[in-house]
């Protein structure tokens, strides 16, 4: 069974959300294949919970903050988000790390407050292309995953994402990044597994890829050893699309 989560980042207001789960169940994907997550903004949250329990997909906050209550105006608890019908958090997006200068420490402390909270957390991992360039990749890699799971009593719950800066998202230009290679997500993901395996129980924790994953991608990068799903941006925001990518793991059962 595959993981694929749908990253809809600043998109989509109530009736978008209904509107699109309207046409995902028109549609109505073969997910035999996968366990599919939604990642919508809060405000969408209850709207896709609403819709998601008959439709039987996950519904996930892009972002969290590591407090119980109080003083931190403009911001969200686990529990809040619990209490809106999500079950998964998602922690460390490198645009969170890049455009709020989220570091290591208080992404230890997000997957602390969203796992003490019995949800689920992906927690995004990858290199900018500078750190590539510099043959800092696997570097990177180990400091962002020990600090992040540093003291972390239980992993039953977590999910991790590699996700190349490089090749999330699209260029100032507005064009699509290049996607990694097969071999570089092989060695990414085989690497992870590596640094996972100093972590009590961490032998079960999928990887997922994200970057640019499109329907006539995603298959081939399921079929890659130790990749246990994908990671969606843009493209999860286009119903046919998404529900291509999901066919695509189911494919893989065949
Ligand atoms: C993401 O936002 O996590 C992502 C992978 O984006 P995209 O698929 O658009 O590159």
Redesign the pocket.
Known sequence: MKIIAG?W?MNMTRRETLEYFERYAGLNPDKSGARVIFLVPYTAISTAVETGENLGFEVGAQNVYPAAAGAYTGEITADMIKDCGAKVVLVG?SERRTLFRESDTFINEKLRCVLDAGLSAILCVGETAKERENDETEGVLWRQITMALDKLPDLSKLIIAY?PVW???KTADGKSKKPATSQQIADAHAFIKTILTGFTDANDIPVLY????KSETSGEIMRIPNVDGV?????SLKVEEFSKIIESSSALLN
């Open positions: 990253n980042k997006h996700e090749a999330v998202g994200g970057g640019n994953v990671l969606v941006g843009g493209a």
